[in-house]
């Protein structure tokens, strides 16, 4: 009697924005590992707009009934979706492997809906560094990398005043709000970012804190160069790395990029968090869709099992720049920035300094961050002052909650 063939490990569809150079590499081990358990892997990239793009891809295809098996999502979005009931719980995996028992109490809570996981986090990214190429910073006698934003101002001045464009940048929406929140971070704390930019706190949003970030993010766009608008962020990094540029603020993936590139860090660039002595938690995960047929569930119980495990969470972050999601994996190969990065997360959690990104979708609703995005670069491209800043984003945020 003919039977359906099915492959050992099952097929996912895996939609995607990992498209440049390191993460590219990164989601390439991904493929390689699920392709060697037998699978059949059937790559969905879609670039542009960090996720906007494919998130708008997304939705065409859960409209018309037809979603991929696995989606390259995080934060409350995975929430979102999971109230309209379109996702499938890998609870069974889960629980079979002991996910809560390795997984950072924050991060495992944005994995699960209803206390179920519903994705599986690959990572866990720092967003607030500094990256900067050595050899630029010794022209203007710079031997560290600053610790409070007047230290930077004071070093981006030398800079500039040398003819040396201080901080390369990409004028794109969430790269001007990464600045942005990195800038509160800084200035306010661990606790008023949490209070402005979490809890959106109307008294936070239009505080004397929230006027000097903006204050501060108005010196930075003194600091870039004039191509600045619509640049990816990684040709910002490769500035760095070509030695056009000192700084870039952004996070840890830009590593993945000077790795990539046959970098090495301590030599070739070096890494610095940004003032604030707190950290702003990114991280990526595949979110799992309702899928039918026997060879596609096969497929999403493999991928969850393989992301989890100990030995691809350290091949995927070593090409990242991330480092690995679950905290009882050894960091023997991994570089000083990671190991720092390591260290700096479990202090944050046992502080209560660690913080979810707004730019990065770990924070708010989408609606929320759009708000934050589209203000941040107005501010950004434009005279506007700091204080109508304030009044400006506290209105939009509040107009988003009641939408």
């Known amino acids: 009697m003919a039977t359906t063939a099915t492959h050992a490990g099952g097929t996912v569809e895996v939609l995607h924005w990992w498209t440049s150079g390191g993460e590219a590499k990164a989601v390439g081990e991904l493929k390689k590992s699920f392709e060697s358990q037998g699978g059949t892997w059937i790559d969905s990239p879609i670039a542009g707009g960090g996720g906007d793009a ?15 098996a696995a989606v390259q999502l995080k934060g409350p979005g995975i929430q979102e979706w999971a109230r309209q009931d379109v996702l499938s719980d890998v609870d069974e995996v889960a629980q079979k492997e002991q996910w809560d028992k390795v997984l950072p109490p924050v991060l495992a809570a944005i994995m699960k809906y209803d206390g ?16 900067a190429n050595p050899a630029v910073l010794a022209k203007v006698g710079i ?4 610790k409070t934003w007047d230290e930077f101002n004071d070093d981006a001045d030398k800079l500039k005043a040398a003819g040396i464009t ?13 600045i942005f929140e990195n800038v509160v971070l800084g200035i306010g704390g661990a606790d008023f970012y949490r209070k402005a930019m979490v809890e959106l706190d109307p008294n936070a949003l239009t505080s004397d804190t929230m006027v000097k970030s903006f204050d501060q993010l108005r010196k930075l766009r003194g600091y870039v160069d004039a191509n600045f608008s619509g640049r990816d962020w ?16 952004m996070g840890d993936w830009a590593k993945g990029e000077f790795l990539a590139a046959g970098k090495k860090p301590g030599v070739d660039f070096v890494c610095a968090p940004t003032p604030g002595g707190a950290f702003n938690l990114n991280a990526d995960s595949f979110t799992f869709f309702k899928v039918h047929g026997a060879d596609r569930l096969e497929g999403q119980k493999v991928l969850a099992s393989l992301i989890m495990s100990p030995g691809f969470q350290e091949t995927f972050n070593l090409a990242k720049g991330s480092i690995p999601a679950r905290t009882d994996v050894s960091l023997d190969k991994f570089d000083a920035c990671a190991v720092k990065s390591h260290e700096d997360l479990l202090a944050a959690i046992e502080n209560n300094t660690l913080v979810p990104s707004v730019a990065h979708e770990m924070a708010v609703p989408r609606s929320v961050r759009g708000e934050f995005l589209d203000l941040v670069t107005k501010f950004f491209n434009s005279d506007m ?11 939009a945020v509040k107009r988003a909650q009641t939408e």
Do not use: C
């Open 54 to 68: 494919a998130m708008t891809a997304l939705r065409a295809r859960v409209v018309a009934g037809n979603p991929p």
């Open 116 to 131: 179920k996981y519903v994705a599986a986090p690959v990572n866990i990214h720092r967003v607030d560094w500094f990256w």
């Open 143 to 146: 031997s560290e990398m600053p």
């Open 166 to 178: 201080p901080l390369a940048h990409g004028g794109q929406p969430w790269q001007d709000a990464t």
């Open 234 to 249: 990684n040709l910002a990094t490769a500035m760095v790395m070509r030695g056009e540029a000192a700084f870039q603020i």
């Open 385 to 395: 002052s700091s204080v109508d800043a304030v009044k400006e984003l506290a209105a």
